[in-house]
């Protein structure tokens, strides 16, 4: 029987197929998640360490495992250093969850938060934060960061299934480029207008510097439900990867695990936006560089990619620190940097290895 024409029988077939072909790699991701998880502690350590004042590993695990608070180096470490660099490892985590998540459901090789209208989408609701409610607190931005984070993707969803022939990967990628150009001009003149333009700037600079123990304690409960709902859907985003038309004939309520999906996307990513700005490309390298080193099963993706988010946005944390002291680069302008360079290859290339 012709696959293409043998209904769900068919398509069961290509599963099959297809599965054979783009299985995950079970050792492997063990050997990338263990090692990446290493290469974070140590990065981790580091960023603890280095800063306008360099203080020695000796001095960091006494801060952490023997908190003194007369000692200024330890107030140092436990006030400011470790906070941030935990935001970063959240950050980073968060942002690269979504970006292979969108990817998996979209067949999207171009799909991320930063491309898809997401992150503008929480920027935007920050601006109208700022502008209207002044006084807001943390949790309050929060909020507003998820609100603008879901208004931006069902904005690009919504015109791209009006769309003739539906919501193709090119159709989405373009939608998601011009709703984040617009919400990105709304923002600059409501910045303008209000006169809140210092502010918003270092959202869209993007940065975890002078994060505190609040945004901690919100971004771990957000951490614990949004990466449990991506492993929960992990087996059906590898599934709906293969095409839509397969996790139909299988059985697949793709309905559910797009709307679970899109749900996942916004919460990380609105959490992430509201403690580190409009930091990009993590969601689009990210995911690329974990399905070439351990296939395309999101079982391991999924939590691959959070190890090596949050490793690679530590990483860039630390640069920005280096960069140009005493005076501290964006972390946005240095994953910009490696960034732009891999978007235009995968342009180019137009790879489809989702």
């Known amino acids: 029987m012709d696959k293409r024409k043998g209904g769900a029988a068919g398509n069961e077939q290509l599963y099959h197929e297809e599965a054979s072909k783009a ?3 079970p050792v492997v991701s063990i050997v990338i998640f263990v090692t990446g998880l290493s290469l974070l502690i140590v990065s981790l350590a580091a960023s603890i ?8 590993f000796m001095t960091v695990w006494e801060a952490v ?3 003194q608070p007369d000692v200024t180096a330890h107030q140092i470490i436990y006030e400011l250093r470790i906070p941030r660099s935990l935001a970063a490892m959240l950050v980073g985590a968060f942002l690269a969850v979504s970006g292979a998540i969108m990817q998996g459901m979209t067949r999207n090789p171009l799909a991320s938060p930063s491309i898809m209208g997401v992150t503008d989408g929480s920027a935007f609701a920050i601006a109208l934060a700022f502008a209207f409610f002044p006084g807001t607190g943390y949790l309050g931005l929060l909020t507003w960061s998820f609100a603008g984070a879901a208004l931006g993707a069902l904005i690009v969803f919504v015109i791209g299934s009006f769309s003739k022939n ?3 990967p090119v159709k989405l990628a373009l939608a998601g480029a011009a709703v984040g150009a617009l919400l990105s001009a709304l923002s600059s003149a409501i910045a303008i207008h209000f006169n809140v333009a210092q502010d918003i700037s270092f959202w869209y600079a993007g940065g975890v510097a002078g ?3 609040i945004s901690i304690q919100l971004l771990v409960p957000v951490a614990i439900i949004g990466f449990g709902l991506a492993l929960l859907i992990s087996r059906s985003v590898t ?5 839509e038309d397969v996790a139909k004939g299988l059985g697949q309520r793709t309905f ?3 709307t679970v999906g899109i749900l996942v996307v916004v919460l990380l990513t609105g959490a992430a936006v509201s403690v580190g700005g409009a930091i990009g490309f993590v969601g689009l390298i990210i995911p690329h560089v974990t399905r070439f080193l351990v296939g395309v099963d999101y079982r391991y993706i999924i939590p691959c990619s959070a190890v090596l988010g949050g490793l690679l946005l530590v990483l860039a944390d630390i640069g920005a620190r280096m960069l140009n002291p005493p005076y501290e680069t964006p972390v946005g302008v240095i994953t910009a940097l490696i960034g732009v360079p891999f978007f235009l290859y995968l342009a180019r290339s137009g790879r489809r290895g989702l």
Do not use: M
């Open 23 to 25: 299985t995950g790699r």
């Open 49 to 56: 360490s280095l800063g306008a004042a360099e203080i020695d």
């Open 65 to 67: 495992f023997a908190f």
């Open 166 to 168: 539906g919501l193709t």
């Open 211 to 213: 994060t505190k123990w």
């Open 239 to 243: 599934v709906l990867s293969l095409g």
């Open 256 to 258: 559910v695990v797009k």
